[in-house]
């Protein structure tokens, strides 16, 4: 069955470091990938999608690059931040234009001062 | 001005009663979403609805039943509550069903059964 795997534990960096989320996925070819963050006690937040020809997608701090050989994602925070600290949510629409996003369980990034 | 917006935030109840959590966009868009997210953090998604028909219906037992007067609204109902029900219910919404489509949650509601 197609499957959507975050590393559970939490990530613990140092504030100006660079976090590295990973996201990986089986059984399925998805043409897109979404990032979401999400705050304690908040609905998630879309923060990036990357397409299956992007590779690397860059947005301010947040870089995502999609390896569609190794099925997998990775979610960089450079200069990381006290305010990043959050939960990472990694996204993938199974079914093909219906809307339907499995999301992995998430990572929570703690960073820290 | 909220985007995705839901009521109640908390709601706390007791096993066997019925309850709705209702959930209204401004953003103009045809598509909206209930997710439930338990404690151990997993999102799933339980129903959507694209311009009031129903797309989506996950396997998710028949006491919950959305409803959605107009596009702009999605309500969930939910008969005889039971302790496993016990989670936060997210709402979202987003412009279509693309991939590309980009859902935007609201705050969440957070039931609890007693």
């Known amino acids: 069955s197609q499957k959507i795997e975050q590393n559970s534990e939490a990530l613990n960096i140092q504030e100006g470091k660079t976090a590295t989320l990973t996201c990986n996925y089986t059984?399925?070819?998805?043409?897109?990938l979404q990032w979401y963050r999400q705050d304690p006690g908040r609905g998630p937040v879309f923060l990036l999608l990357i397409r299956e020809n992007e590779k690397e997608k860059r947005k301010e701090r947040l870089k995502v690059t999609f390896d569609t050989t190794l099925k997998q994602s990775l979610f960089h925070i450079t200069a990381s931040q006290p305010a990043d600290s959050a939960t990472y949510l990694c996204a993938l629409d199974f079914s093909g234009n219906t809307g339907k996003l499995i999301f992995g369980q998430g990572t929570t990034l703690q960073v820290k001062p | 001005d909220t985007a995705v917006s839901q009521t109640p935030k908390y709601l706390v109840t007791q096993m066997g009663n019925d309850k709705s959590i209702k959930c209204e966009q401004n953003l103009g868009h045809d598509t909206m979403y209930w997710y439930k997210q338990d404690s151990k953090k997993f999102l799933k998604i339980m129903f959507s609805?694209?311009?009031?028909?129903?797309?989506i219906n996950e396997t998710v037992p028949n006491r919950f039943s959305p409803k959605s007067p107009d596009k702009a609204h999605l309500n969930l109902h939910i008969n005889s509550l039971e302790l496993g029900d016990s989670a936060v219910y997210f709402c979202?919404?987003?412009?279509?069903?693309?991939?590309?489509?980009?859902?935007?949650f609201g705050p969440g509601t957070r039931l609890t059964v007693l």
């Open positions: 609805y694209n311009n009031k028909e129903l797309i």
């Open positions: 059984n399925y070819s998805p043409a897109y």
């Open positions: 979202a919404s987003s412009a279509g069903l693309a991939d590309t489509d980009t859902q935007y």
